[in-house]
């Protein structure tokens, strides 16, 4: 393939790539109006009160009113906070504990089976634990937060390090290689998609464990602003609050978490681009 064409090809790539995601926005956005549209003449014909179905209109306001009195900021503040600390704090025990068991064989026979036995106890049948142990705020939060993110980093990096072939690790090693730079050269790079799926995972789960943590264990937050709320028959800055979550996560996947796992893929040479 000659320069010329490579260069046209590469073009060409792009802007298909470009157009496909200018697509998806507008068919996106398409569906989002026609619910909204779909949702206010339903509100409009319904004839319930406004706090059993508020209409779009009214969690507009409920929004604006929330913004103008700095409440929703201030909450979201806090939440992003917490979920920063928690899935920070998982993601470096859960790779630790990871790394540690696929590497070693006679570790992961020993503690495996304890750690699936947790692993089945979901983070909502320990948040009343914790609150006992530590009461409402930050450190019960923090401590169901690492605890919902660590499994799935661990499990998906022990997973990934016990497939990185055996043939690549020995031939480093014949090679004069100490066990450090066989992990952090050999093993790591191999596993690294695995621990980046386990990463999106548990950011996934430590979002609505943040949220549901927040009702229970907070004063503060995305998730008390939508309990209280709820409780005080404010349905519209309940679902105010709700829309927030769901684009905050929009934001945090199509932002942060898949353009990380493609650079960092890619970084580790694991993807290739389709000219090569």
């Known amino acids: 393939m000659s320069v010329g064409a490579g260069a046209s090809f590469r073009s060409g790539a792009v802007g298909q790539v470009a157009f496909r995601r200018i697509e998806r926005g507008v068919l996106g956005a398409a569906g989002v109006a026609g619910l909204v549209l779909l949702w206010q003449a339903a509100a409009s014909l319904s004839g319930v009160p406004r706090y059993f179905f508020p209409s779009p209109r009214d969690v507009a306001g409920a929004f604006t009113v ?29 790779l630790a504990l990871g790394l540690a068991l696929g590497v070693s064989r006679r570790a992961a026979s020993m503690f495996g089976p304890l750690l699936n036995f947790f692993y089945a106890i979901v983070e909502v049948a320990w948040i009343p634990i914790f609150v006992i ?7 019960t ?3 169901a937060l690492v605890y919902v993110v660590a499994f799935p980093v661990l499990f998906n990096t022990q997973a990934a390090v016990r497939a990185t072939p055996r043939v690549l690790i020995d031939a480093v090693r014949a090679l004069g290689a100490s066990p450090r730079q066989v992990l952090g050269e050999v093993i790591f790079p191999a596993a690294l998609p695995g621990i980046i799926t386990g990463f999106r995972v548990g950011a996934g789960f430590a979002f609505r464990g943040l949220i549901f943590a927040e009702m229970i264990a907070a004063k503060n937050g995305i998730g008390y602003l939508i309990l209280t709320s709820a409780a005080n028959h404010a349905t519209d800055r309940t679902i105010a609050g709700m829309i ?6 929009l934001v945090i996947d199509q932002l942060y978490l898949r353009p990380f796992e493609r650079v960092t893929v890619e970084r580790w040479g694991v993807l290739r681009h389709a000219e090569e």
Do not use: C, N, Q
């Not at 806090?78 to 920070?88: E, H, W």
């Not at 142990?133 to 930050?138: A, R, S, T």
């Open 244 to 249: 927030v979550v769901g684009t905050v996560w």
């Open 141 to 143: 939060i923090l401590v």
């Open 133 to 139: 142990w530590w009461g409402y705020g930050l450190r």
């Open 66 to 94: 929330l913004l103008e009195k700095g409440i929703l900021p201030a909450y979201l503040a806090d939440s992003a906070g917490r979920y920063l600390a928690g899935i920070g704090l998982g993601t470096a025990i859960g």
